[in-house]
């Protein structure tokens, strides 16, 4: 079974400041995806970013990109440029390929980051 | 696009009794996700739609538990004679068909006294 693990349950940035935010996984797949999702307080949760895994070249969105690190099985998340905005729970997710049966994504517990005026 | 869509937002009821969650999912979205969120963690997969075929469903899905999409459109989730357990946070999500990205619902918060 695979598991995601977020080992920061909270941090804390400056507004402007960059910050960089940990995932692990474990799998046994070799085709995978991999998704950054954002929850702000009350409100539903988002898509950041996606990652597959055959693609070398790591995911960029704006202000947020990732470090994907396939064998060390790492996926961290870096917000450039931290708005006021960004603050909410961030969760890592991942997915097996379509081809593998049953796509539900499986979540970390997540990190809660607060973005400081 | 309205997005995903849900109803009710929130729902108080007493232990014992039942609920009905609705979802409605992207237009024309062939697949729908159920997934429970409770304080402090990620969410849980609890089932999945491939139109109207349940395809999976988790260890999680106790009895109480049901989940219909008669027509490949809404899905809803149904909560037989309710828990203080099942207070959580009911979450649905949709996806095209050939591509792999979940669009989240706001979710119906569950409080069951």
């Known amino acids: 079974a695979q598991t995601v693990t977020q080992s920061q349950p909270e941090m804390s940035v400056q507004e402007a400041e960059t910050v960089t935010l940990s995932c692990t996984y474990d799998t046994s797949e070799n085709n995978y995806y991999l998704f950054w999702y954002k929850q702000p307080p009350s409100r539903q949760m988002i898509l950041v970013i996606r990652q597959e895994a055959y693609k070398q070249q790591n995911a960029t969105e704006n202000r947020f990109s990732v470090n994907f690190q396939k064998a060390a099985k790492s996926f961290s998340l870096k917000i450039s440029d931290s708005q006021l905005g960004d603050t909410a729970m961030y969760f890592c997710?991942?997915?097996?390929?379509?081809?593998?049966?049953?796509?539900?994504?499986?979540f970390g517990k997540g990190t809660r980051l607060s973005v400081i005026a | 696009d309205t997005g995903v869509s849900q109803d009710p937002r929130h729902k108080i009821t007493k232990r014992g009794q039942n609920v009905t969650f609705r979802c409605d999912p992207i237009?024309?979205?062939?697949?729908l996700y159920w997934y429970r969120q409770t304080l402090g963690q990620g969410p849980e997969f609890l089932t999945y739609?491939?139109?109207?075929?349940?395809?999976?469903k988790s260890r999680l899905l106790s009895d109480r538990f049901s989940a219909e999409r008669p027509k490949g459109s809404f899905s809803t989730l149904e909560i037989q004679r309710t828990e203080q357990g099942d207070s959580a946070m009911y979450l649905c999500?949709?996806?095209?068909?050939?591509?792999?990205?979940?669009?989240f619902g706001p979710g119906t918060r569950l409080l069951v006294l």
């Open positions: 237009s024309e979205h062939n697949r």
């Open positions: 739609f491939q139109n109207e075929a349940q395809l999976e």
């Open positions: 997710a991942f997915m097996k390929p379509l081809n593998s049966g049953n796509t539900p994504l499986v």
């Open positions: 999500a949709s996806s095209p068909g050939l591509q792999e990205t979940q669009y």
